[in-house]
């Protein structure tokens, strides 16, 4: 049985594994589940991660949640090119650093202003101004580290050539730019290095995986965009209330 990749577009982490797959050929199978259509919560779903949660890896018997350690896994299995997941002990030790910092300062950041702008409004739900501009603030703190920290005055986060870390970052800035937000506007540096990993991706494979996200906040104006399965509705009220 070949590769399995449980999917939705709509998430960060999921684009991430999507396009490294594609990007590097890797064959797999795209089974695509659905958030917001109540997939995750499905008796089937549930076998193939109690946790319910995407993106899920099926390599025949093994299964493997968790977007990093599936790029990790991937990297190592088809022996990808090395500056994705480097050889040089000090230069992956830093893609494991920044995916550290990822977790603890993008992660549960960046995604909120599609849950206010989008998300929130479908099951009648508003989120009060002051949550927002914290949120604003957050990520405004966690751009300037990125840049500092991170950055720097490489070409890429970890040194002159994309790597794991790249993509990781670059698909969870792309969630509050495609309901509006000008991350970059003031921040040169930033936007360059944006402009690197768009143009190393390649127009088709973006505009191929970007394709729903960038379109998430036209379709919601003009009630396009469907409204969330009953079974998710706790899970969205859940998530939302837990905006700081």
Request: net charge neutral; with cysteine; glycine share 6%.
């Amino acid at each position: 049985m070949g590769l399995e990749l449980y999917l939705d577009l709509l998430s960060q982490p999921c684009r991430a594994v999507y396009i490294f797959a594609k990007k590097n050929g890797i064959p797999f199978k795209l089974c695509t589940t659905e958030v917001l259509k109540g997939q995750l919560q499905t008796k089937e779903f549930s076998k193939i991660n109690m946790l319910r949660k995407i993106p899920v890896l099926k390599d025949g018997d093994f299964i493997l949640t968790e977007s990093s350690a599936i790029l990790i896994y991937l990297s190592s299995k088809y022996q990808t090119a090395d500056h994705w997941y480097p050889s040089d002990l000090q230069a992956r030790a830093r893609v494991h650093e920044y995916l550290g910092w990822h977790a603890d300062c993008i992660r549960g950041t960046f995604g909120v202003p599609l849950w206010t702008q989008v998300i929130a409004p479908l099951t009648g739900t508003h989120v009060p101004e002051e949550k927002v501009e914290r949120n604003k603030t957050a990520m405004d703190r966690a751009l300037q580290q990125l840049e500092d920290k991170f950055l720097g005055d490489k070409a890429f986060l970890i040194g002159q050539q994309m790597s794991l870390a790249d993509l990781m970052a670059f698909e969870e800035l792309m969630q509050p730019v495609a309901v509006g937000y000008d991350l970059f506007e003031g921040r040169p540096k930033l936007a360059a290095w944006c402009e690197r990993v768009e143009a190393f991706l390649g127009s088709d494979l973006f505009q191929e995986t970007h394709g729903p996200i960038l379109n998430i906040l036209e379709q919601a104006v003009n009630k396009k965009f469907p409204k969330p399965s009953p079974e998710v509705y706790p899970i969205i009220l859940l998530r939302i209330s837990r905006i700081p």
